[in-house]
Nanobody, 125 residues
């Protein structure tokens, strides 16, 4: 059972990156999914979440109207399209999966059973 995140890298402010997270060993269609990030010296925070059934998403205020989360259950993959990047977006980004037993989506780390290793995003000014 594994989540593998990719797509990070170096971007200039105002640029775009798309993160991908593919699951192996299990299917994502029943899971709520999320992207978290951790910047140097800061706690990990929820960036965006998406429910197992279509229609419910969450975005942190800092990324609203810039980032878009989506999922392709056929490809067992969740994406994070990041537009108009800012230097403050620099962080390691993690994907996570949770069985939505008590919630539709969650921003709480402890609700997520499966985590990817993280992919570094660096935004230069």
């Amino acid at each position: 059972v594994q989540l593998q995140a990719s797509g990070g890298g170096l971007a200039q402010a105002g640029g775009s990156l798309r993160l991908s997270c593919v699951a192996s060993g299990f299917t994502l269609d029943l899971y709520a999914l999320a992207w978290f990030r951790q910047a140097p010296g800061k706690e990990r925070e929820a960036v965006s979440c998406i429910s197992s059934t279509p229609g419910t998403t969450y975005y942190a205020d800092s990324v609203k109207n810039r980032f878009i989360i989506s999922r392709d259950n056929g490809k067992n993959t969740v994406y994070l399209q990041m537009n108009n990047l800012e230097p403050e977006d620099t962080a390691v980004y993690y994907c996570a999966a949770a069985l939505p037993i008590r919630f539709l989506i969650s921003t709480e780390e402890h609700d997520y059973a499966f985590w990817g290793r993280g992919t570094q995003v660096t935004v230069s000014s």
